[in-house]
T-cell receptor
Framework: GENVEQHPSTLSVQEGDSAVIKCTYSDSASNYFPWYKQELGKRPQLIIDIRSNVGEKKDQRIAVTLNKTAKHFSLHITETQPEDSAVYFC?????????????FGKGTLLTVNP | EAGVVQSPRYKIIEKKQPVAFWCNPI?????LYWYLQNLGQGPELLIR????????DSQLPKDRFSAERLKGVDSTLKIQPAELGDSAVYLC??????????FGEGSRLTVL
């Protein structure tokens, strides 16, 4: 089955700096890669996703890049703010771009220091 | 619009006791998922329903776990008997078909 590795497990940055979280996946047939944000004690929420026919996608301060050859994808957060502090999970799915069979990484605890 | 609602939010039980979690998905969402989230880990799929049919329960430990979604709306996940290793957060999620997952707040189980 699919295996998703996520690094780093913890990341601390100063407010205004950029943060990058990286994930690798094992199944070359995976074609859908969402990112979820989970604040402490809250539900995971989708923040951005990318499909395998696209190399990069941006939404304001958040961007995701995908390298299918290397089987890795990354989340980039620019101009970080304290409210960006949370656990971020990457995920991968091979089910025709659907959410049916998502495999999640172990998460990255991002702390943005004011 | 109300999101996915789960109850109870917290449950503490002794080992070997039964426990049940309830989930009410977003109205109109035909797909419902139960995920297990251990501390410091990402969610892991236990079971997926399409309407009232369990279409993927390959990761559900069927010796002690059971789930149902009788009328294709609300769902219940049961553990009987609970073991110490079952302590975790049980997340319910729903989606419209294969679309975006919307998670509930989760039910945190502590087994003593």
């Amino acid at each position: 089955g699919e295996n998703v590795e996520q690094h780093p497990s913890t990341l601390s940055v100063q407010e205004g700096d950029s943060a990058v979280i990286k994930c690798t996946y094992s199944d070359s047939a995976s074609n859908y890669f969402p990112w979820y944000k989970q604040e402490l004690g809250k539900r995971p929420q989708l923040i951005i996703d990318i499909r395998s026919n696209v190399g990069e996608k941006k939404d304001q301060r958040i961007a995701v890049t995908l390298n299918k050859t290397a089987k890795h994808f990354s989340l980039h957060i620019t101009e970080t703010q304290p409210e960006d502090s949370a656990v971020y999970f990457c995920a991968a799915s091979r089910s025709g771009g659907s959410n049916y069979k998502l495999t999640f990484g172990k998460g990255t605890l991002l702390t943005v220091n004011p | 619009e109300a999101g996915v609602v789960q109850s109870p939010r917290y449950k503490i039980i002794e080992k070997k006791q039964p426990v049940a979690f309830w989930c009410n998905p977003i109205s109109g969402h035909n797909t419902l998922y139960w995920y297990l989230q251990n501390l410091g880990q990402g969610p892991e799929l236990l079971i997926r329903y399409e309407n009232e049919e369990a279409v993927d329960d390959s990761q559900l430990p069927k010796d002690r776990f059971s789930a149902e979604r009788l009328k294709g709306v609300d769902s219940t996940l049961k553990i009987q008997p609970a073991e110490l290793g079952d302590s975790a957060v049980y997340l319910c999620a729903s989606s419209l078909g294969a679309g975006e997952l919307f998670f509930g707040e989760g039910s945190r189980l502590t087994v003593l």
